[in-house]
């Protein structure tokens, strides 16, 4: 089975700091995303990355960054978190070769006072 | 701008019905299509995929894909209240890697 695990369930942090979301597969896989999902507006993607040190921008890029240094971990960085990004942070991972399912962490839901 | 549309429900169906839960695509070339479960509070569990025309079938889902039509179908056999919770519809477009969410179908099963 596809194990995608996230740093934290849920998290507070204050207007101003900058916060760390980590994202760890266990399939080897080369393909990691970060999504936000907001009632309403659905799932977006934010970054994505096709391999180790490689990244994309997504739909929603303004005020993220984000890191992949090994393959099995990719971490979405909040440089300076402000109440506009309190919402449910996703990671999903996915293979190549053929094979294009997407698989998500459990999710972090991020709340900024 | 390539889309996905599902009706937002709740579509309410009762224990052992069918539940049919559709979703239509904007762009033609589409070739990979998924169906995710996501329960409150929780995220995307990935029930079916398929990427070819007709029906696809694991255990109580069937999964219908009509690419002439542009529409993709779920069925969800012998419904029981644990099934209660929002579908999503997913696209892979033509030139791209990305998937395209749709904004989910809220299913209720009563009992």
């Known amino acids: 089975d596809v194990k995608v695990t996230q740093s934290s369930r849920y998290l507070v942090k204050r207007t101003g700091e900058k916060v760390f979301l980590e994202c760890v597969q266990d399939?080897?896989?080369?393909?990691m995303f970060w999504y936000r999902q907001d009632p309403g507006l659905g799932l977006r993607l934010i970054y994505f990355s096709y391999d180790v040190k490689m990244k994309e921008k997504g739909d929603i890029p303004e005020g993220y960054s984000v890191s992949r240094e090994k393959k099995e971990r990719f971490s979405l960085i909040l440089e300076s978190a402000s109440t506009n990004q309190t919402s449910m942070y996703l990671c999903a991972s996915r293979g190549t070769g053929g094979s294009y399912e997407q698989y998500f962490g459990p999710g972090t839901r991020l709340t900024v006072t | 701008q390539k889309e996905v549309e599902q009706n937002s429900g709740p579509l309410s169906v009762p224990e052992g019905a069918i539940a049919s839960l559709n979703c239509t695509y904007s762009?033609?070339?589409?070739?990979?299509f998924f169906w995710y479960r996501q329960y409150s509070g929780k995220s995307p569990e990935l029930i079916m995929f398929?990427?070819?025309?007709g029906d696809k079938e694991d255990g109580r889902f069937t999964a219908q894909l009509n690419k002439a039509s542009q529409y993709v179908s779920l069925l969800i056999r012998d419904s029981q209240p644990s099934d209660s919770a929002t579908y999503l519809c997913?696209?892979?477009?033509?030139?791209?890697?990305?998937?395209?969410f749709g904004t989910g179908t809220r299913l209720k099963v009563l009992a």
């Open positions: 399939m080897d896989h080369e393909n």
């Open positions: 398929i990427y070819s025309n």
């Open positions: 762009d033609r070339g589409s070739q990979s």
């Open positions: 997913a696209v892979i477009p033509s030139g791209t890697y990305k998937y395209i």
